[in-house]
């Protein structure tokens, strides 16, 4: 039986773990806190995943809150105008829904059900040395240890990684008591709000410790107006700045909000990171290999909502690896070549991610504009949140971008 070692109890160290195991795998699964530390603690993400992704977690029997989650059935985007009305309002519909379980909820529950199946868990922060010393008595080591110091065994490649420093700056508050969304209050939808200049604002059902809730989440750009909740320590507090900003900018998200109260005294985060893609392969002092999973090799900004998804589409990606791979040796050609055919996916997600970044040039305007008239664009676009590799048959290449509405336009006219 070969033995594999993963570092680090997060989205894709536990998906890898459990697929693992139920493929007859040997694995120790090292993480830096216990799933009761991890339940009671603060909350780590919005995690909103969309089809494909949640489907790996189906396929390995997984998806455990699927009942419980509110089902995000539409992807909505607003822009807002100088004069804080709306200049683009739609929503489109997802082919099929997205859902957002508290990754506190999700992993501890992954990481007892991995225990109760026999799989041995480790809990210890992992450094370098100790690395050193496990790996000798594994057959695979797989670092899934997220944006934590370990990246630093990872090379950054300087090529695929254009920015140094963090694009955005995140607040995070979950929240009881939002209103019914007057757009559609008949279904449940992510919405996007942009505030041209200034950063965006996420609004998303979510399954947190306390049932169903509502994660406001924003995006601010550095040194601007919403980048003001570094030193907020006090939970209450991030709420009101998170409330002030919202009726400042985005007077229609504040209307249903007035009521809210936090979810728990965890429901706040704030930080940034720099998005940084790394060399997959590692090197012990020893001379010993790890394989980086997910966001210790491909670390976007969470503007557009793919890091879960990613995580879960490089564990499935790296389970058939290895899988294939049988009794031969995880050797380093081997996992450069598992991660390549992660990259395969993760490119357009990075490409597209770091364009949502950046001004939105005319073209794109025009596009997402159009997503008012034509449902048809509404609902390209929000799909492609599921399959980022769409945007480049009509996102990125102002020529692809014309042709396609035109041939919308076209077809609306018939
Ligand atoms: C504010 C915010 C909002 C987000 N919203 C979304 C969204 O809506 N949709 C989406 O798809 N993605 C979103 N993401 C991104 C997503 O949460 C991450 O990309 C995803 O969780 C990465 O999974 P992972 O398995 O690589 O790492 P993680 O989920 O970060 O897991 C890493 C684990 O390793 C542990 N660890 C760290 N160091 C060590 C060590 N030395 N030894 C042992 N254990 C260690 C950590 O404690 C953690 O449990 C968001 C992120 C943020 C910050």
Known sequence: MRRILIVGAGQSGLQLALGLQANGYEVTLMSNRTADEIR???????????????????????????????????????VAAPDSSRAVD?????????????????MAGWMETFAERGGQVVIHGAAVSDLDYFARAYDLVMVSAGKGEL???????????????????????????????????????????????????????????SGR????????IPGGPLDAF??????????ALTLELLEKFLPWEYARSTQVELTDAGGTLAGRYAPTVRKPVGRLPSGGLVLGVADVVVANDPVTGQGSNSASKCAASYLSSILERGDRPFDEEWMQATFDGYWETA??????????????????????????????????????????????????DPEKTEAYLAEVAQADAA
């Open 90 to 106: 739609w929503v489109g519909m997802l082919d099929g829904h997205a859902q957002s379980v508290d990754q506190r909820v999700k």
């Open 213 to 220: 809730a509502d994660i406001l989440f924003w995006e601010g």
């Open 151 to 209: 990246v630093s065994m990872f090379e950054r490649d300087a090529e695929r990684s254009p920015f140094s420093t963090p694009q955005r700056a995140l607040s995070v508050a979950y929240v009881h008591g939002m209103g019914p969304r007057p757009e559609h209050p008949e279904f449940d939808a992510v919405r996007c709000n942009l505030v041209p200049g200034v950063g965006e604002l996420f609004v998303m059902p979510t399954y947190t410790l």
């Open 230 to 239: 570094q030193g907020v320590k006090d939970p209450s507090e991030h709420l």
């Open 40 to 78: 009671t603690g603060r909350v780590m993400s919005t995690q909103c995943m969309f089809h494909t992704a949640l489907q790996h977690e189906r396929d390995i029997q997984a998806n455990f809150w699927e009942s419980q989650a509110p089902k995000i059935k539409g992807l909505g985007v607003s």
């Open 347 to 396: 490119r357009h997600v990075v490409k597209w991610t770091n364009a949502m970044l950046g001004t939105a040039p005319e073209h794109v305007l025009k596009l997402i504009g159009s997503g008012m008239r034509y449902q048809q664009v509404a609902d390209r676009f929000a799909n492609g949140f599921d399959n980022p590799a769409d945007f480049e048959n009509f996102f990125f």
